[in-house]
């Protein structure tokens, strides 16, 4: 049928493991961006110095960046269940104890089991969403939909506990997150999967690091991941900084990045199918320096809103469509998925510090001119990627 979507093609055992995992990445959204809002809570209540806090971060970053080759190993010898529901648990463990110690050491540990768990389940859904849907863009842009939706909520959550709760407010965050990810062990729980990932003779292992298409594709994902971070993380800043606009107006933008982004997703779900993965990468990273250069040529306020939305949905379906490229290597190796996260992760952690360096050392625009580079990048790792793919039909054809 020219409309069937890839969830009326599934059985009844597919669809409960999307539903799962739809939702365990939206709690997902949730719990990773909050961290940013309840940081400064956290260190008030403790009296924790700049130093420990940024650690905390770093830690939860570190866990995260670990999750990568953990979560692709350790289904190998415990089975896939097991292993998620073992390292999604995590963070249950991790924000209980934010909840009830201010040990400088305990909550280092605290915040590396967040983002264990985070990277872990980040790793197992974009497995999961890739295997049962048989890679669809579709699939993984709604998949990655729903995390955008948790990410918008996450401030909204901290905001209404605190006027609940007052000084207590971050604590009842850290308690509806901990029900949540309960839910969300419980959910894998019940999963009925594969235990032994299904490879090919010879595939358990790092063969596919041999492969010049997947090194492509995780380049286009550091690209991206370095860019998409970069600009999340200073894009305020610049805003004031430069005396562009007022904080509460750069703040609004911030929001309205991710409501984009959450347009866009949404779109590629629903006519990801329809159009050739080549061509949805084309035009998306495009799309993402055209809009990135009108954000960094102008002062007008009017214009770097229409940049600031155009960003966020050209940026929309980079991150799944480039995960779906490499499906048919992610299913027959368990670990191309962590390594390929593991790659976009460096980027991501990489990318916000130089452009610090060179905010410090140059001004806050020559920082975020650095991201044009990145972007630039991504872009003809895509092109590279088309030619690739050309080539590889032409010499089918012979």
Not at 76 to 97: A, C, E, H, P
Not at 186 to 211: D, I, N, P, T, W
Not at 255 to 261: K, Q, R, T, V
Request: hydrophobic residues 55%; proline residues 2%.
């Amino acid at each position: 049928m020219q409309h069937e979507n890839f969830y009326t093609r599934l059985d009844k055992r597919e669809k409960f493991i999307l539903n799962a995992v739809f939702y365990v990445f939206f709690v997902n959204g949730i719990f990773a961006m909050v961290m940013g809002s309840l940081l400064p809570l956290i260190s008030r209540e403790y009296g924790l110095s700049d130093t420990l806090s940024g650690s905390l971060i770093s830690a939860h970053s570190l866990g995260n960046l670990a999750a990568g080759f953990v979560a692709g190993v350790l289904p190998l010898y415990l089975g896939r269940k097991r292993s998620i529901v073992m390292l999604s648990s995590f963070v249950v463990i991790g924000f209980t104890l934010m909840i009830v110690t201010g040990s400088p050491l305990l909550l280092l540990v605290a915040f590396l089991f967040t983002g264990i768990s985070r990277g872990s389940v980040s790793n197992f859904n974009n497995t999961m969403v890739n295997e049962v849907s048989d890679s669809s863009p579709s699939a993984l842009s709604f998949l990655h939909s729903v995390f955008a939706v948790g990410a918008i909520l996450a401030p909204i959550l901290v905001i209404f506990s605190t006027k609940i709760a007052g000084d207590n407010g971050w604590r009842l965050s850290a308690l509806i997150i901990v029900v949540l990810t309960s839910f969300s062990v419980f959910f894998f729980s019940r999963m009925e999967m594969k235990e032994k990932v299904a490879v090919k003779e010879g595939k358990k292992g790092y063969e596919f690091l041999k492969s010049k298409v997947f090194w492509v594709h995780a380049g286009i994902l550091f690209f991206y991941l370095a860019g998409e971070a970069t600009i999340n993380g200073w894009i305020v800043k610049y805003f004031v900084d430069a005396d562009i606009m007022s904080i509460g107006y750069a703040q609004g933008l911030a929001s309205m990045l991710w409501m984009a982004i959450l347009a866009g997703r949404l779109t590629v779900s629903f006519y990801g199918d329809r159009i050739k993965k080549e061509t949805l990468l084309l035009v998306t990273t495009t799309g993402t320096v055209l809009f990135y250069f009108l954000l960094l040529s102008t002062t007008n306020v009017t214009l770097i809103t229409i940049a600031i939305f155009g960003i966020g949905l050209s940026m929309a379906g980079i991150y799944p469509t480039t995960v779906s490229k490499v499906g048919k290597t992610i299913k027959d190796f368990p670990m191309a998925m962590g390594v390929l996260l593991l790659l976009g992760g460096v980027g991501a952690i990489v990318m916000p510090i130089l452009t610090g360096a060179l905010s410090d050392a140059f001004g806050i625009y020559a920082g975020m001119s650095a991201i044009v580079v990145v972007l630039i990048m991504m872009m003809v790792l895509v092109v590279l990627s088309i030619l690739q793919g050309r080539k590889a039909k032409a010499d089918a054809i012979r």
